[in-house]
C-alpha cells in the first residue's frame, strides 16, 4: 500500500446539516418524544428489519445511551450518546458516536430546538459531524435522519 | 420581558473553525502533548492568571476529563470533555461541554488531524460547535483555541 493510500485511510469529512419539521403536538410532548426511552427506542432503533441487540438510556445532563443493533440483516451498527444540555421543552444537545462492524463511523453533535407553531411545534434539528468513510456516509445520515424524525412523527400519534 | 426576548435567551450559534499549525515534532510527540493528563494541564487550564480547583484525566476511549478553573479572577469555567475517536499518532475526535458561572456556554465536537511534515507534524485542528451566548464566544473560542495551541508547542518543547 502507497503511502497516500494509508493517508486516505484516516481522512475525515466534516458536514453540518439542518432538517426543519413540524410536529402537530405542543413542545413539552415532542420533547418527551424525544428523550423517554420507550418512545425513544420506537422511533430510532424499532420498526421492521431491525434487530436490537442492547438497548440502554439514562437522561440527563451528563448522562448517556446505548444501544448495538442491525437493519435488514447488515453488519451491527454502535451508538453511545452523551447528554451535554437539557431545557426541557425547548432544547436538546446531544453528542453520539456510532460505529459499523467494530468500525468508526462518525461522531456528531445534535442540536435540537423546540419552538412553539400555532398549537404545534417547529423542530430545528442540526447535525454538526465528523465522518470516517466517505461521502455517501454524510448523504445517508441526513436521510436518514429525515426518516427518523419522521418515526418520531407516527410515533407521537401524528 | 416580552415573547421574543424569551426565544432569544434560549437562541443558539452553531460554528466551525479550522487551525492549521505545524509543529518540529514528530506526531507521537505532538499526540501525546495532546493526551497526556500532565502535559494537557500544563498548556489547557495552567499558566498565569490561571487557578485551577479540580482536574481529572481519564484518556481513552469512551473515557472523559473534567476540569474546573477560573481565569483572571473571573468566574468559575468548567469543561468536561469525552474521548470519541482514538487512532494514536494520528487522530483524536473529542467532544467538550463548558460552562461558565454555572451557565452551559457551549458543546464542540473536535478533530485533530496529525500528520508527519519533514521532521515535524502538520496538525489541522477543526472544532464544530453550539455557542448558548452571543457571537463574541464563536470568535472567542477560535482565538482562544490558537493560544492554547501556541502553548501546547511551548509544553512540547518548541
Known amino acids: 500500500m502507497s503511502k497516500a493510500q494509508v493517508i486516505d485511510e484516516h481522512a475525515v469529512i466534516h458536514s453540518t446539516f439542518t432538517i426543519e419539521k413540524t410536529y402537530p403536538h405542543p413542545p413539552a410532548r415532542v420533547f418527551f418524544g424525544l428523550t423517554d ?3 425513544k427506542r420506537r422511533w430510532l432503533i424499532e420498526g421492521e428489519g ?4 442492547e438497548y440502554e438510556s439514562d437522561f440527563r445532563l451528563g448522562g448517556a445511551d446505548t444501544s448495538r443493533f442491525s437493519f435488514r440483516g447488515g453488519p451491527e451498527l454502535t451508538n453511545d450518546t452523551q447528554f451535554q444540555d437539557i431545557i426541557p421543552s425547548r432544547r436538546l444537545v446531544f453528542t453520539y458516536r456510532m460505529t459499523i462492524g467494530g468500525k468508526p463511523l462518525s461522531v456528531s453533535l445534535v442540536t435540537a430546538e423546540l419552538l412553539p407553531s400555532g398549537k404545534g411545534t417547529a423542530l430545528t434539528y442540526t447535525e454538526q459531524g465528523v465522518y470516517f468513510g466517505g461521502a455517501e456516509d454524510v448523504a445517508g445520515r441526513e436521510h436518514g435522519s429525515r426518516v427518523l424524525l419522521d418515526k418520531l412523527g407516527e410515533a407521537l400519534g401524528e
Not at 431491525?50 to 441487540?53: G, K, Q, S, V
Open 50 to 53: 431491525f434487530e436490537i441487540y
Open 37 to 39: 426511552k420507550e418512545m
